[in-house]
């Protein structure tokens, strides 16, 4: 049974950092999409940041974000652990969200990394908020 099991939220101030993590267990597929996602009160789920692993290394050149992230975000993976890290830096009260991790399989197609229908399996998500 897969599970994605994400940890790291918490609440910070303007211009301070988080890194969330994503530990996947029981996960059978060698090439994927993985990417995080957020949800802020009465708006829509959106994308913050993906990446297509092949073979179980991150696929160079696959990162994608969105422009309300680009800069402050990075999103990364341990190989090894099998695990994915969202590193937000200068966060925003706009930020503010339910944070979930998200993969699918095969690797998605471009320009549709940061669109949650194709995404099969997420976790729980992880409550991030910044005050000003």
């Known amino acids: 049974q897969v599970q994605l099991m994400e940890s790291g939220g918490g609440s910070v101030q303007a211009g301070g950092s988080l890194r969330l993590s994503c530990a996947a267990s029981?996960?059978?597929?060698?090439?994927?999409?993985m990417g995080w996602f957020r949800q802020a009160p009465g708006k829509e789920r959106e994308g913050v940041a993906s990446i297509n692993i092949v073979g179980g290394f991150t696929l160079g050149g696959s990162t994608v974000y969105a422009d309300s992230v680009k800069g402050r975000f990075t999103i990364s993976r341990d190989n090894a652990k099998n695990t994915l890290y969202l590193q937000m830096n200068s966060l925003k009260p706009e930020d503010t969200a339910i944070y979930y991790c998200?993969?699918?399989?095969?690797?998605?197609?471009?320009?549709?990394?940061?669109?949650?229908?194709?995404?099969?399996?997420w976790g729980q998500g992880t409550q991030v908020t910044v005050s000003s």
């Open positions: 029981g996960y059978p597929y060698s090439s994927s999409c």
């Open positions: 998200a993969a699918q399989s095969p690797p998605c197609s471009r320009g549709f990394q940061l669109s949650a229908k194709g995404y099969t399996y």
